[in-house]
């Protein structure tokens, strides 16, 4: 049973657009959020988090937004750069436990120059 | 610093076999976690340590064995390959959680095994 979903396989933008890439999930002991970025043969790289006390976080050109009442949440990528071309993994972890992740199926961007 | 390290990158098994796939850290972190990505199916937590000498079960432990002997090495074992563990295994390390507060993991470059 998926408790995090990316429904979004895949996702191609025009350099300098905004890329937005959503994340639902289902455990409402989920208590913060992270996008992690990977490249083919290499893994996972932490991207942006978020804490469920808040609904925004912000970091250069990376915007995480949170909703919790939708169990939703949202990477936005502004602006859009070939070299953001990777897979994105949503992740989230409960409030107890050992910063135990549990992982979206990812989503491919593809920042087309 | 290397990070996070694992060995080997690459290896073959036949049905049966057994192997041991190591991780190293040299940045001192408390918490290791082992897990798995498939195709189509994310990254999913098979066992993690929070310490020397303890082990616990993630959401797909069958199959897989580990030790913590060292605070730097966290170990996967497969006792008797199957070739649906057939995948991609990733090593990742934390600091300690302290409080309500969460730290990120990092993740090692992944090891690519295949059960014939």
């Known amino acids: 049973d998926q408790q995090v979903k990316q429904n979004s396989p895949s996702l191609s933008v025009q350099e300098g657009r905004i890329s937005i890439l959503n994340c639902d999930y289902t455990n409402s002991m989920f208590d913060y959020f992270l996008w992690y970025k990977k490249y083919p043969a290499e893994g996972p790289t932490f991207l942006i988090s978020?804490?469920?006390?808040?609904d925004k976080n912000e970091d250069g050109r990376f915007t995480v937004f949170l909703n919790k009442s939708a169990k939703h949440l949202s990477l936005h990528i502004v602006p859009s750069q070939p070299g953001d071309s990777a897979v994105y993994f949503c992740a989230a972890s409960p409030k107890t436990g050992a910063n135990n992740l549990f992982f979206g199926t990812g989503t491919r961007l593809t920042v087309i120059p | 610093n290397a990070g996070v390290t694992q060995t080997p990158k690459f290896r073959v098994l036949k049905t049966g076999q057994s192997m041991t796939l190591l991780c190293a850290q040299d940045m001192n972190h408390e918490y290791m976690y082992w897990y798995r990505q498939d195709p189509g199916m994310g990254l999913r937590l098979i066992h993690y340590?929070?310490?020397?000498?303890?082990?616990a079960k993630g959401e797909v432990p069958d199959g897989y064995n580990v030790s913590r002997l060292k605070k730097q090495n966290f170990l996967l074992g497969l006792e008797s390959a199957a070739p649906s563990q057939t995948s991609v295994y990733f090593c990742?390390?934390?600091?300690?959680?302290?409080?309500?507060?969460?730290?990120?993991?990092?993740f090692g470059p992944g090891t690519r095994l295949t059960v014939l």
């Open positions: 340590s929070v310490g020397e000498g303890t082990t």
């Open positions: 990742a390390t934390s600091i300690r959680v302290r409080g309500t507060s969460y730290n990120e993991q990092f």
């Open positions: 978020i804490s469920s006390i808040k």
